[in-house]
């Protein structure tokens, strides 16, 4: 087998896309190797929705350059969203890459890198993005065996004025219910415990479909099709967000009480700039709407700071509305005028040194909420899905809640008790840090 180191960036949604892509290269007679100094192709599956993101991607992709230096026979291949947002436009910023590939040759990589191999040219042609996976596409997966991704669409419709992904990723393209239901089956017989549902915007699946496909109608058909314990929602819009769903999860106790609802911001004005449909009022239904039919759904949601014409009164009311609602999780971030975007030639512009003190103050106003609503969880039993080993000692264990999504939200560090990774076991909550939990397993004797 040839040796291949393999660097995916990003998102769950472009993990995935990388784990149809190790299945395909290990077809191909790809083997993965874990150090870049002994592998023969050099692999980075890149992400290009924001700036920091592209740059990332370009100090990967120089990084794993310095091997070829001592070794002119290895090859570096880039593919992903940066590959299909800039083109032809990188092979003059890296002269380095031996081959770029346009983000719907994904599912192909192991053929085409035959055929590179074997001398055949291969021009990078960037398309609209029209690539839909479905269930006979193999997968092979990079998280634990316990718990996984399943990409219910692909592309968005909803253009927001700031954002590249609808130009990356093509329009909307929801997969069947069906199709849907068998591939999570073969997940749960690889021991998936959470399937967690992503796409860009989960409240809009189905709308391209003429079938009546929609997202409470995927959930339940899951649930009686499956018996996989626990299924988590990434990434609804605010206005996709309805009665009939928030009851069904009130309903199903395997739908877990977490909601990640990307709000963007909380200014009337300044959604209205972003083209995001809604104000303030709205977003205060709805967290209303959620905590009286589902008690005790954790919230997640992301806001930026610095959008361009952003005012001090628009940022105070970000602190207010914060306060109010009390949020469980929530991720912050700087604007960055996106080259391609609307948002991009929007005056007045906010200086990086604003948008910092703004970035600084709306964390420090979570920490505070986070670290005084976790001490709810204090004296609770909980169900817990047990990781493995602590990433900050291994004399501990670490798991996580209903409330807590893998990889972007705290954990909770086990102090005691005999149990295996991908188990879901009673923990009784004894502590509470700013993000974590600390807690013991529950003897089911005592």
């Known amino acids: ?137 193999p997968r092979k997966l990079s998280t634990p065996h316990h718990r996984s991704y399943l990409k219910i669409t692909e592309g968005c419709d909803n253009h927001c004025s700031y954002c590249m992904i609808p130009s990356i990723r093509g329009d909307l393209r929801s997969r069947s219910i069906s199709d849907l239901v068998t591939e999570a089956q073969h997940l749960e017989e690889m021991g998936v415990q959470e399937l967690t549902l992503i796409a860009q915007d989960l409240t809009a699946y189905g709308s391209d479909r003429k079938d009546g496909a929609t997202l409470v109608k995927l959930l339940e058909s899951l649930l009686v099709n499956s018996t996989i314990p626990w299924f988590r929602l990434l990434y609804l819009y605010p206005t996709g967000v309805s009665d009939e769903l928030l009851q069904l999860m009130a309903r199903q106790s395997r739908i877990v009480p977490y909601l990640d609802i990307p709000f963007q911001h909380v200014s009337d004005s300044v959604l209205h700039a972003m083209n995001r449909p809604y104000g303030t009022q709205l977003l205060d239904e709805l967290v209303t709407r959620i905590r009286e039919t589902v008690p005790d759904c954790a919230l997640r949601t992301t806001l930026m700071v610095g959008f361009p014409g952003e005012t001090e009164e628009d940022v105070e009311l970000m602190i207010a509305m914060l ?124």
Not at 62 to 78: G, N
Not at 124 to 133: C, E, F, K, P
Not at 339 to 366: K, N
Not at 377 to 401: A, F, K, M, Q, W
Request: with cysteine; aromatic share 6%.
């Open 1 to 137: 087998m040839r040796s291949l180191h393999f660097i995916s960036l990003g998102c769950p949604k472009n993990l995935v896309d990388a784990e149809v892509m190790l299945a395909d290269l290990e077809k191909h007679g790809y083997g993965i190797e874990e150090n870049p100094a002994n592998a023969e192709i050099l692999l980075v599956n890149t992400c290009g929705f924001i700036q920091s993101a592209v740059e990332e991607a370009v100090d990967e992709i120089l990084a794993m350059a310095a091997f070829k230096e001592a070794r002119q026979e290895v090859l570096l291949i880039v593919c992903g969203c940066m590959v299909q947002r800039y083109g032809d436009k990188l092979r003059e910023a890296l002269p380095e890459v031996d081959l770029f590939l346009a983000i719907d040759d994904f599912p192909h990589i192991g053929s085409i890198l035959n055929q590179y191999i074997a001398g055949t040219q291969r021009e990078l042609v960037v398309r609209s993005s029209t690539y839909i996976m479905d269930a006979t596409v």
């Open 323 to 446: 306060k109010k609602w009390q949020l469980d999780h929530v991720g912050t971030f700087c604007f960055q005028a996106e080259e391609g975007t609307p948002a991009a030639d929007y005056e007045p512009i906010v200086p990086e040194e604003v948008q910092q003190q703004r970035y600084d103050l709306v964390m420090e106003t979570q920490r505070s909420i986070s670290q005084t609503h976790l001490q709810k969880y204090v004296g609770r039993v909980e169900p817990v899905l047990i990781e493995g080993l602590s990433r900050e000692s291994d004399l501990l264990l670490e798991g996580r809640t209903r409330f807590q999504a893998p990889e972007i939200d705290g954990t909770v560090l086990i102090t005691s008790g005999q149990v295996a990774q991908g188990e879901i076991v009673p923990v009784r909550i004894t502590d509470a840090h700013t993000y974590d939990l600390v807690g013991e397993v529950v003897d089911d004797a005592t």
